[in-house]
């Protein structure tokens, strides 16, 4: 790739210094116009300071305004970008006429700054692309760094479907020019003068020629275009697998170890919320921009054959990434309460994370929630589409839609007055205090709509496990169930998946935990060393395992 084209997609504070660079002593424009010419040339032969290159320095200097006035004369540019050249012309020739030598140092200087700003790049680059990179920079830091640098390259992407648009309809006419032209030659035959027939069929082939090698720079352009937007979706992919695998899940363990306390983390999930936003937009302009290359590509036909495969999938390439996107930015945001007794009221709250950029809010989609148990919950985490979502219980007020809160921005869906009136347990199970205590639920949020009529989307998503009681001497128990599925589940387990042990210091730290936000207090080293001495009877605990049925004794 040349060097000006690596120049271009740069971002942020080094495109801002590329800028810098050039101004009225070195206009940007004739950078642009005369990337390969300059970049092919021997500026580095040539010392500024050495009175001897003076001959060679105006030599360069004659030839970039030739390949200037070349560019003018060619007739293949727009007549406002013709007089824009000559314009430059007479202004990189009045000014270095004289003293070529300047205008050497001055591009001498250009080229090696552009060498330096695009290895910083490419720098960055790598390091965002890298587990170690990622660590280094921070994951926070490395997604802004990459989320900027995929927008510059979808902003120059945009362009270059612009030009591409632009060239094929100047191809259209030109072909149609050839066209007549051939029509003149055929129709007129006796009625040109051989001097006449033998201008007209010069000029055919002129344009014929020229014509040829319009479609070759169209192919290696759509080909260059498609490999941008392949890049660019993996850049895309790699900055959404961060946001979501990893700082999504790790704001869904803070929730899970907070339980039913408000979690803390309500600024990372608004950060979370921004980040999302700006990965649906950036999916969203690639979308347009990618159906448009699509278009294009089908009205004029031109042999592809040696394109990869990669290139004829974009679109169901963005259509994925933004699916997987839409689905797993509907969370619960404010879980309901994980001991859950029947004919009591309670509240739940789920939140879109990209609705507003999209306007999925415009079409006020409806959320349903619905009761179910563990085998059903196993089926939809295994299979998202599974349609093994039928209640388990009776819910009122289970129904209603997405609202968009001005002040927020947030997309979301509160319900303030659900109540459970019955639930129907597992039919292999006896019956019994215990067994009641340790059967777990889960709510399941769903919702359905369609962005901008384009595209249809299904949303799921599952609450914490719940435990169902009836009356309060189930209460400590059902506790003990839901103390150890939150303490102790591994983030992404199939639900609702917990050891059946664990090491004493490992229990004693969740239990501690788990005072201090019952309590506002948390357990002195004086009280665990009482509930150890309950629990086991050796001293040296730091090996020992507590088993999950012992867990009741302690709450």
């Known amino acids: 790739m040349a060097l000006w084209e690596k ?106 700054k552009e060498s ?82 033998e201008e007209l069929q010069k000029r055919k082939e002129k344009m014929e020629a020229h014509l040829a090698r319009e479609v070759e720079e169209m192919h290696r352009f759509r080909k260059e275009l498609g490999e941008r937007y392949h890049k660019c979706l993996q850049d895309i992919s790699k900055i959404q697998s961060i946001v979501l695998d990893q700082e999504l ?3 869904k363990r803070t929730q899970r170890l907070c339980g039913q306390e408000e979690n803390p983390n309500k600024k990372e999930l608004d950060q979370l919320q921004q980040w999302c936003e700006q990965l649906a937009e950036l999916l969203w302009r690639n979308r347009i921009q990618i159906r448009q290359y699509e278009t294009l590509r089908s009205h004029l036909l031109i042999s592809d054959s040696q394109q990869p495969g990669p290139f004829n999938n974009l ?78 219980g009776e819910i009122l007020n289970c129904k209603k ?23 129907k347990r597992a039919t292999d199970k006896k019956g019994g205090d215990q067994t009641v205590t340790e059967e777990k639920f889960a709510l399941l ?14 949303v799921k998503c599952l609450s914490l496990p719940v435990v169902v009681v009836v009356h309060g001497s189930q209460q400590p128990a059902a506790e003990a169930t839901i103390f150890w599925d939150n303490s102790f589940a591994e983030p992404d387990r199939e639900p609702f998946i917990v050891p059946d042990s664990v090491p004493w210091p490992s229990f004693a730290d969740s239990l501690n935990r788990y005072f201090t936000q019952q309590t506002g207090k948390g357990l002195t080293q004086k009280n665990l060393e009482y509930l150890a001495r309950r629990l086991m009877s050796i001293q040296n605990r730091k090996n020992c395992y507590i088993v999950k049925c012992y867990c009741v004794c302690c709450l």
């Open 445 to 458: 949020f769903q919702s359905n709509f369609s962005i901008n009529g384009e595209l249809d989307v299904s």
């Open 315 to 392: 679109m169901k390439t963005v259509n994925e990434l933004l699916n997987k996107l839409i689905t797993e930015c509907f969370i619960v945001e404010k879980q309901p309460p994980q001991v859950m007794k029947t004919n009591n009221r309670f509240t739940a709250e789920v939140r879109l994370l990209v609705g507003s950029k999209l306007n999925i809010h415009m079409s006020t989609p409806e959320v349903t929630v619905s009761i179910i148990n563990e085998k059903q919950s196993k089926a939809i985490f295994h299979d998202p589409l599974s349609t093994s979502n039928e209640s388990v």
């Open 7 to 112: 120049a271009q997609q740069l971002s942020g504070a080094l495109l801002e210094e590329l800028k810098g660079l050039y101004g009225a002593h070195f206009p940007i424009e004739v950078r642009h116009y005369l990337a390969l010419w300059i970049e092919s040339q021997p500026w580095s032969e040539i010392s500024p300071d050495n009175p001897y290159h003076q001959p060679q320095a105006a030599k360069q200097l004659d030839m970039l305004l030739r390949a200037l006035q070349e560019l003018t004369i060619s007739g293949n540019e727009a007549f406002i970008i013709r007089t824009q050249l000559e314009g430059l012309r007479t202004h990189i020739m009045n000014l270095y006429q004289n003293r070529p030598l300047e205008l050497v140092r001055i591009i001498q200087n250009c080229l090696l």
């Open 116 to 197: 330096e700003l695009v290895k910083q790049h490419d720098n960055l680059n790598m390091l965002v692309a890298s587990p170690q990179g990622m660590q280094a920079l921070g994951n926070s830091s490395a997604i802004q760094r990459g989320l900027e640098m995929i927008s510059r390259l979808t902003q120059n992407t945009q362009e270059e479907c612009h030009t591409l648009h632009t060239r094929q309809e100047q191809f259209v006419i030109q072909y149609q020019e050839v066209i007549k032209l051939q029509g003149n030659l055929t129709q007129g035959q006796g009625q040109h003068t051989p001097e006449q027939v």
């Open 401 to 423: 839609n997405m609202e968009y809160q001005q002040s927020s921005r947030n997309v979301c869906c509160k319900f303030n007055f659900m109540q459970l009136k019955r639930v």
């Open 249 to 251: 899940t790790s704001w």
